[in-house]
Nanobody
């Protein structure tokens, strides 16, 4: 099983960009579908984006379509979330998650490996 470590969060202004990284330890990263979720305190974890293990398929939440791009580098064992045109409502703790599957599930309960999260704060 891989271990996941997110990085790249921070505090930015609305309209700015950030790129989150999710580094995986272990030798089976390319068996894993990788997803990004986010959570605001007191609310349920929300799906953001997912990418298949071969990068041929990706899905996004409607709220981030056209602004966020998910990608991965199976040589570097790293998944990415490029976030452009950030909005105040994007403020949350962002988590990467993984599951060994050829599919691209979009619900948190389908994932069994999680990172520790990274805070993204967008101010107006």
């Amino acid at each position: 099983q891989v271990k996941l470590l997110e990085s790249g969060g921070g505090s930015v202004q609305a309209g700015d960009s950030l790129r989150l990284s999710c580094a995986a330890s272990g030798r089976t990263f390319d068996d894993y579908c990788m997803a990004w979720f986010r959570q605001v305190q007191g609310k349920e974890r929300e799906f953001v984006a997912v990418i298949s293990r071969d990068s041929k398929s990706a899905n996004y939440a409607d709220s981030v379509k056209g602004r966020f791009t998910v990608s991965r580098d199976n040589v570097k064992n790293t998944a990415y979330l490029q976030m452009n045109s950030l909005k105040v409502e994007d403020t949350a703790v962002y988590y990467c998650a993984g599951r060994v599957t050829p599919y691209t599930p979009m619900v948190a309960e389908r994932y069994d490996v999680w990172g520790q999260g990274t805070q993204v704060t967008v101010s107006s």
